[in-house]
């Protein structure tokens, strides 16, 4: 699809379907193609001349896009030092009804073009065409010649291999390209280098070449023979065949088998491998066989070597079946709740989950989850009984093993002490197991008290105390009225004490009311949850490191709880491989990622309706350096200030309000007021926009690009204003 081309009056009409060939082609094609890669085009031109010309941008696994991650070619129409009269914006996909390879007519001036990748987190693709007058009188093709090169034999045959160089000239426009063709019909290939030709036999080598102003040569062709290098080998190649595909029950192959076949020669060497389907000719050999019809099937193979021995005839059967209809439609959930309740309907003392799913597609059921209470999604295995007094929501969904998962569906309940006493109104929610007080752990076990709150949760040791004297003499009246209930004994009560007065709560420069959401301790790690690709693991230096081998985009989040307005510190490090930089962000105030429409790459909820605080030192390319509200707040490398790799910088996200403050190590560097305004990005069909970003509170993530963009985090922790 073509998106953002505001009038074909501005560059020309637009043409996504050309295979007929009856439209009329530009003077010049100029092609860029994408593929895995984020961070740059695979192959894109610097020069053009002004003039009509036929965009082609492919996004597609023919390019070799493997992820289905989809990519846009945007001329940027916005900057000053550039030309801006194309609008161009194509987004291409190879799951697209075009297979990700669309063409665009535009009329190009002289100067430069800007263009880039406009989907978040990829702004490093891009670059420059420069576009020149050019004479416009080029209408000659260019002047290839060949030449071929090797040993001869008395009657004119190449000894053991030939080598064909080809050469170009053009005295106008210049040579653009020069390609070959291996034998009377084979497929044209860019020629890069000298081809040798090493298999006995007679062969054809067609060439021609192309100009800058689209003028393509007449196809020529030399002719030549290989004759085998003198050899006493007598003995034929040995041959092999393996067949591969996924199978039923039966060992038949579902919907294609793919037959693969080898030859090896320790004499003169594999010259020829042919193959025959069923009682059909010889066919040259040149890559594994795909057979997709159904039924049985026989596949006959041979080989020759340099010297002339051919082995026998060899074959391989198998047979063919229709797979199964595809499996689209996700399974069916229902659950219900189980315990004894009292007259309001609350359950008393604690109430059983019990989740059931079944799947109609054919595929069957994979996995069933679960989230208790704004929780991580656990595996479902048994009933799940629910004891802690309060009101509780359940999330629960199943996936098939075609991959299918239903849309997450909730109930909700209320679990009361005996004879129906109301939920606890604690201070805190603290469930850990021991009592910890800041950071001291005094290992008491975290018991539950006749308030039906838990003693950390009666401590409070996250609120914003004023005075450490203020925490103390808390704790003292929260502990003594524990030792008289006899939930804790006198031992337990001045080890309590003495946590408290070495956490250092209340005192300047100790905690100052933050609470740490990561302190470079598996505990703390391990309450952060990946979703999409890449991976953080935990280093020796205590902080949380992205993987250099495991690929893809994706977040670490901390799904504990949301935040509304809030102060976030932590310290990042640009821990990129050789002379690059990392890139990555700090995402804020996004809603929780899973049981979203986004559910299938839940990594992009944050980056869809969320903000991102960029992490970017690079010199030169993104224009969203450190500090930037990514696609909506600009900070040039200046502003941001630059530190050297390997070097921890300090941050702090200040959130109140609509109003976003980002310090670096101490300095203001950015601030944004969400309200609705420009959008410097050009947004997404599926992007809600900047008023559908202004959420009061989310949660809080990390993200990773890749391998190359390698970065740590450490000591995280907030404090809610």
């Known amino acids: 699809m073509i998106v953002g081309l505001t009038s074909a009056a501005a560059y020309g009409k637009t043409d996504t379907a050309r295979a007929d060939g009856g439209q009329t082609a530009a003077a010049q094609v100029l092609t860029w193609k994408a593929g895995d890669a984020i961070d740059k085009y695979l192959s894109f031109p610097t020069t053009a001349v002004a003039g009509p010309a036929t965009i082609v941008f492919e996004n597609s696994t023919a390019t070799g896009n493997t992820t289905g991650m989809p990519h846009t070619l945007t001329f940027s129409v916005s900057d000053v030092e550039f030309n801006n009269d194309v609008p161009l914006n194509i987004l291409a996909n190879p ?41 416009g009188e080029d209408t000659t093709a260019p002047v290839t010649t060949a030449k071929v090169d090797g040993d001869k034999n008395a009657d004119g045959a190449y000894v053991g291999q030939a080598t064909v160089t080809l050469a170009a000239t053009d005295e106008g426009a210049g040579v653009d390209k020069i390609e070959y063709a291996v034998g009377a019909d084979g497929p044209w290939q860019p020629y890069t280098a000298p081809v040798v030709i090493d298999q006995v036999g007679t062969h054809k080598i067609r060439y021609r070449a192309h100009d800058k102003a689209g003028n393509v040569e007449a196809e020529k062709a030399v002719d030549f023979a290989v004759a085998a290098p003198p050899t006493d080998d007598t003995t034929a190649p040995e041959t092999s065949a393996t067949v591969s595909g996924d199978k039923d029950e039966q060992g038949r192959y579902l919907g294609m088998a793919t037959v693969t076949v080898t030859a090896s020669d320790a004499g003169s060497g594999v010259n020829t491998i042919e193959y025959a389907l069923g009682d059909g000719a010889w066919q040259p050999y040149t890559g594994p066989v795909m057979v997709n019809a159904t039924g049985t099937h026989k596949v006959r193979y041979k080989a020759t070597d340099k010297a002339g021995n051919a082995a026998a005839e060899k074959s391989v059967d198998f047979t063919v079946v229709a797979p199964p209809a595809e499996d689209k439609e996700p399974p069916q959930t229902t659950a219900g709740v189980s315990g004894k309740q009292n007259s309001d309907g609350a359950y008393i003392t604690s109430a059983t989950v019990t989740v059931v799913a079944v799947d109609s597609g054919g595929s069957g059921v994979d996995r069933v989850e679960y989230s208790l209470d704004g929780g991580p999604y656990l595996a479902y295995t048994e009933p799940v009984p629910v004891d802690r007094v309060g009101f509780h929501t359940v999330l629960y969904r199943a996936t098939d093993k075609a991959g299918n998962t239903s849309t997450a569906k909730s109930l909700s309940f209320t679990v009361v002490e005996g004879g129906g006493v109301p939920a606890p109104n604690c201070p805190e929610y603290d469930e850990r197991a021991t009592v910890i007080v800041g950071t001291v752990d005094t290992g008491i076990p975290n018991r539950m008290t006749s308030s039906r709150c838990t003693v950390n949760e009666l401590i409070e040791d996250e609120k914003d105390w004023s005075s450490h004297a203020l925490f103390l003499k808390h704790v003292d009246e929260v502990i003594d009225a524990l030792l008289e209930e006899g939930v804790i004994d006198a031992r337990e009560h001045r080890k309590i004490y003495r946590a408290a007065k070495q956490s250092g709560i209340g005192k300047p420069g100790q905690t100052d009311g933050y609470r740490k959401l990561f302190d470079g301790t598996e505990e703390t790690f391990a309450k952060w949850q990946h979703v999409g690709g890449g991976r953080f693991s935990l280093s020796a230096d205590g902080a949380m490191t992205s993987s250099t081998t495991v690929p893809g985009m994706g977040m670490l989040w901390f799904p504990q709880r949301q935040y509304g307005d809030f102060s976030l510190k932590l310290q990042w490090r640009d821990d990129a491989p050789g002379s690059g930089n990392a890139n990555g962000g700090v995402f804020v105030r996004f809603p929780y990622v899973h049981g979203n429409p986004e559910e299938s790459r839940p990594e992009w909820v944050a980056i869809k309706y969320g903000h991102e605080v960029q992490v970017l030192d690079r010199p030169d390319g993104d224009m969203y350096k450190s500090g930037s509200i990514y696609g909506f707040d600009r900070v040039g490398l200046a502003g941001a200030g630059v530190t050297p790799k390997g070097t921890w910088n300090d941050y702090e996200i200040r959130v109140e309000g609509q109003h976003y403050s980002i310090f670096r190590n101490g300095k203001l560097i950015n601030e944004f007021d969400n309200t ?11 992007d809600p926009g900047t008023d559908g970003r202004r959420f009061a509170s989310g949660y809080i993530g990390l993200q990773v690009h890749g391998t190359t963009d390698v970065i740590s985090y450490r000591d995280i922790r907030i404090k809610e204003l």
């Open 95 to 135: 799951n697209d009804d075009m297979g990700g390879k669309h063409t665009a007519e535009v009329n190009l001036t002289e100067g430069r073009y800007f263009y880039h990748c406009t989907i978040p987190g990829h702004g490093s693709m891009q670059g420059i065409l420069t576009v020149t007058a050019g004479s």
């Open 676 to 686: 609705g305004g420009q959008v410097f990005e050009p947004p997404r069909s599926d």
